[in-house]
């Protein structure tokens, strides 16, 4: 059995040290909010795919989608460098 080789260098060198930057991982830690509520989001319509929406689901939905919409205003606020909202004055 013959082994398959890549024939040409690799268009783009890899860093030898290829772990986050403190800096990255201070951004995704200030996105995660948004991207738990972004899966819950995601989790609540995937449970759609195979059966019927019931109330309960209706309401899951809608809350999994407010809670986006928190999220989402809270990291623009962030962002911006205003206050947001639960914060002391």
Known sequence: MKSIVARHKGVTALPADL????AELH???AEMPLIS???E???????LLD????EFEGRRIR?????????RR????RAAGTQ??????
């Not at 809350?63 to 999220?71: D, I, M, N, P, T």
């Not at 947001?84 to 004055?89: C, K, Q």
């Open 27 to 29: 951004a995704i830690e």
């Open 51 to 54: 059966r019927p929406a019931s």
């Open 41 to 47: 989001l995601l989790d609540a319509l995937i449970i």
């Open 63 to 71: 809350r999994a989608h407010h809670r986006v919409l928190v999220a």
């Open 37 to 39: 509520a972004e899966v």
């Open 84 to 89: 947001v909202s639960g914060d002391a004055a």
């Open 19 to 22: 772990e986050p930057t403190d």
């Open 74 to 77: 809270d990291a623009a606020n």
